[in-house]
């Protein structure tokens, strides 16, 4: 039995805590990776920032929304190993999922491989830093302050 429509391949946006679909219609995330900037965004209208960025501001649906940079420090406010994952993400294992807070946002992502467990604690302090993978796509990790 034949389709007749193509369907929209959403899966990846079921993955992981963060819906990361809304990344598709701010690509310059992307470039700003590729520059070595971890980028979220902040609505010009009431003031709301997000991270990942949004093209539409998710408080006031303004579609009027500037680039700013996750610099600083964030405060580790929760973490969790996965020693399984998803599809495409094996050969990653383990690896430590966390959430970072910044004060007016939160930053969800991926710890640092060449940090071990038992030196993370909630509440210390971490930065969230560019990455490029082996295979050269562009990702971020969250690494000791
Ligand atoms: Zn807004």
């Not at 929209?8 to 963060?18: A, I, L, P, Q, S």
């Not at 990361?20 to 709301?48: E, H, W």
């Not at 020693?83 to 004060?103: H, N």
Request: net charge negative.
């Amino acid at each position: 039995m034949a389709k007749g429509k193509k369907e929209v391949d959403d899966r990846f946006g079921r993955f992981g805590t963060v819906s990361f679909t809304s990344i598709s219609k701010v690509n310059d995330f992307i470039d700003y990776l590729a520059q070595g900037k971890v980028m979220g965004t902040r609505c010009k209208q009431c003031g709301a920032t997000h991270f990942p960025p949004v093209a539409d501001c998710a408080e006031c649906l303004s579609s009027n929304v500037e680039w700013f940079e996750v610099t600083g420090t964030g405060k580790l406010v929760s973490f969790s190993t996965l020693t399984y994952g998803p599809v495409g993400f094996e050969d990653d294992l383990p690896y430590a999922i966390a959430l970072l807070d910044y004060g007016d946002y939160k930053v969800f992502g991926r710890i640092a491989k060449d940090i071990p467990e038992k030196e993370l604690s909630i509440g210390m302090a971490m930065k969230t830093e560019p990455l490029t993978l082996p295979n050269g796509q562009l990702s971020y990790v969250f690494s000791k302050a």
